[in-house]
């Protein structure tokens, strides 16, 4: 007599839950991922800044790190594509700044939320000081002062 084919109000309101939890579950795990990547981009890249810093501080008399990316032997572009020059390079996701001990690669995700990860020149210890963030934990890099 009765159609019995399909589904009830019910059951489909379950499976929307449990989708629901799931999701709230999930999607903080894979932004903690997608920000790990980004961190380990830049990780790649100061590392690569630093020995070039290395690299010319043993090719130069006075055996000093330079503040400019121009005289270094690598070549890095900024985001609009153009030679880094000077003290700062744009990135997708960071600005990274010769300073006179260290290179220092800052994030800013949003209001009140952002890190940096410096590395020593001499040491190439990689530090990471977070601000409104969780990041710090999830490198495998010490962690500075908050």
């Given at each position: 007599m009765f159609n019995t084919r399909g589904f009830t109000l019910i059951e489909l309101l379950v499976v929307v839950l449990i989708i629901g939890i799931l999701a709230a579950v999930a999607l903080p795990q894979y932004f903690k991922a997608v920000e790990r990547s980004k961190a380990g981009e830049a990780l790649?890249?100061?590392?690569?800044?630093r020995q070039a810093q290395e690299r010319y501080r043993f090719g130069t008399p006075n055996n000093v790190y330079t503040d400019d990316y121009a005289m270094l032997d690598i070549t890095l572009n900024n985001i609009d594509g153009t030679a880094a020059t000077g003290t700062s390079l744009r990135t997708n996701n960071f600005?990274?700044?010769?300073?006179?001990?260290?290179?220092v690669a800052t994030r800013v995700i949003g209001a009140g939320e952002s890190y940096v990860l410096s590395q020593d020149y001499i040491t190439g210890i990689t530090t990471c000081t977070e601000s409104g963030v969780s990041i710090c934990d999830n490198l495998k890099v010490s962690k500075g002062g908050d």
């Open positions: 790649s890249l100061i590392g690569s800044i600005t990274i700044v010769l300073g006179e001990d260290a290179v």
